[in-house]
């Protein structure tokens, strides 16, 4: 009789998502997409449009589908090719809620009070908010594991929900004595674009639901917008600086640094030893252009995806299709393991 493998044996696999719940920003790209494109010549991958987990918060009904091709279309004009890498809807999948039910059963309450994220969302609101919003991290574990996800590219306010996905992962081998069956799925968080910062406030993270649009970058923002954001960025009073500790007690000014590191490649370090002592007269237009020049193809490439919806649906019903194929089996091989009648 063989020993069951006490670790992970199986493929490596890539799995993300990007909720659909507005425009995708500057963060999304240099946190998520950008790091998908360089993963995809590797790896098997699949990047998925996580529409479940955006009605956890009100969406309009008429609105999702195009909300749902807009981040599509991000995905594509970013460099996401479906011809390498697997991109759909997650509710076309129907192992992602299934998945999610049985984890319900696996995870304990304590994991879930610990999230940091529901806080933050609920804030006082807690008791009105969605029991989706509570098990948010659930599905998201059933998501990567669905797949047996080895690795997940995201940004780093991800990383407790990615220990969250290990946590089950393990105490579902663990209860039903099946070492090895989930992997760990690792995250992958690298680089300056990890945590993009508001650039109206160098302490909050970019993101879709800030108030303020001057906060982000959208996807979808023009030249003229792009360089007006920049140039408005919140900064200090003083120069650029020598070297990197110093930008420590600077956080709208490291951001813009760790922005101007992510999209050009270069070291923060190499930046600041190219503009220390320079004012923010020098430096900001310079890293306008840089985005700009960066982002505006993206932008262009996104409009025209977007003027040919019928081949955006095409990919994502074959994406569908195809993840399916690989997740079905792998929730039916759960259903055995779980005990559930046979049909
Ligand atoms: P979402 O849509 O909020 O964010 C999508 C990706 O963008 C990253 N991100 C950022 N990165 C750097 N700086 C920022 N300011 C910034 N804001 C957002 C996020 O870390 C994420 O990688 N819960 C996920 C969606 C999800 C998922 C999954 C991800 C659902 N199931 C399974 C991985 C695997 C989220 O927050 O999406």
Redesign the pocket.
Known sequence: MSEKPVEYSGPQRV?????PSGDLHL??Y???LKNWVALQDEHDCVYCI?DL?AVTVWQDPRELPNQTRNIAAAFLASGVDPKKAIIYPQSRVKAHTELAWYFNCVARMGWLNRMTQFKDKAGKNSEKMSVGLFDYPVL?AA??LAFKGTH?P?????KQ?LELSRDIAAKFNNDFDVPGFFPQPEPIIQGP????MSLRDGTN???KSDPSDNSRINLTDDADAISKKIRKAKTDAGVIPETTEELAERPEVKNLVGIYAAISGKSKADILTEYAGQGFGVFKPALADLTVEHMAPITDLMKRYLSAPDEIDAILSAGADAASEIATPIVADVRDIMGFWKV
């Not at 995201?154 to 991800?158: I, Y």
């Not at 674009?193 to 993009?196: E, Y």
Request: aromatic share 4%; proline share 0%; no cysteine.
């Open positions: 799995f993300s998502g990007v909720q963060g999304n240099l946190g998520a996580v987990h998201q998501d990567i997940v995201v940004g780093e306010d991800q929900h674009g990890a945590r993009i993270k970019m993101s």
